[in-house]
């Protein structure tokens, strides 16, 4: 059973996610992201200029078969689609439920501060605990 977290009340998810990215690529984790094309197209560029100095080394699922299982950070759609090359940490971005997330080590859901955003948060959250899955929860504001 993988470890739950919710990391709540982001301000902006994307950006949250590149120093998110950042601290999981330097503590050697592999991890897979999921969200909507178009918010993972933003995250792809955003991961090449969110930072002068760093370089978080990522891929999108669906590239080269080699670059795919040498990136430390793969970006898909789907949390359970063919071709990706680990299951240790899963970020979900998205809106909606991952599909295949029982197979990671970890998953990790970042929700924003926008209402609609809160209230997939709410079901996802709650669909987990109907499953018996133990939630940690990270509020973001208590932090800033």
Same mark, same amino acid.
């Given at each position: 059973?993988?470890?739950?977290?919710?990391?709540?009340?982001?301000?902006?998810?994307?950006?949250?996610?590149? /120093? $998110?990215?950042?601290? !999981?690529?330097?503590?050697? *984790?592999?991890? @897979? +992201?999921? %969200? &909507? #094309?178009?918010?993972?197209?933003?995250?792809?560029?955003?991961?090449?200029?969110?930072?002068?100095?760093?370089?978080?080394?990522?891929? /999108? $699922?669906?590239?080269? !078969?080699?670059?795919?299982? *040498?990136?430390? @950070? +793969?970006? %898909? &759609? #789907?949390?359970?689609?063919?071709?990706?090359?680990?299951?240790?940490?899963?970020?979900?971005?998205?809106?909606?439920?991952?599909?295949?997330?029982?197979?990671?080590?970890?998953?990790?859901?970042?929700?924003?501060?926008?209402?609609?955003?809160?209230?997939?948060?709410?079901?996802?959250?709650?669909?987990?605990?109907?499953?018996?899955?133990?939630?940690?929860?990270?509020?973001?504001?208590?932090?800033?």
């Amino acid at each position: 059973m993988p470890e739950l977290a919710f990391h709540f009340n982001a301000p902006d998810k994307l950006v949250y996610a590149c /120093r $998110l990215l950042r601290k !999981a690529v330097a503590a050697g *984790a592999r991890v @897979v +992201v999921t %969200a &909507e #094309a178009e918010a993972l197209a933003r995250l792809d560029t955003l991961l090449w200029t969110f930072s002068q100095t760093d370089f978080i080394p990522h891929a /999108r $699922l669906g590239a080269a !078969a080699e670059v795919v299982a *040498a990136s430390p @950070v +793969v970006l %898909a &759609e #789907a949390a359970d689609a063919p071709g990706l090359p680990h299951h240790e940490v899963l970020v979900n971005l998205g809106p909606s439920w991952p599909e295949g997330f029982e197979q990671y080590r970890r998953v990790i859901e970042v929700v924003g501060q926008d209402e609609t955003d809160r209230q997939q948060a709410r079901a996802r959250w709650k669909r987990y605990s109907a499953l018996g899955h133990a939630i940690e929860k990270h509020d973001l504001n208590l932090h800033a």
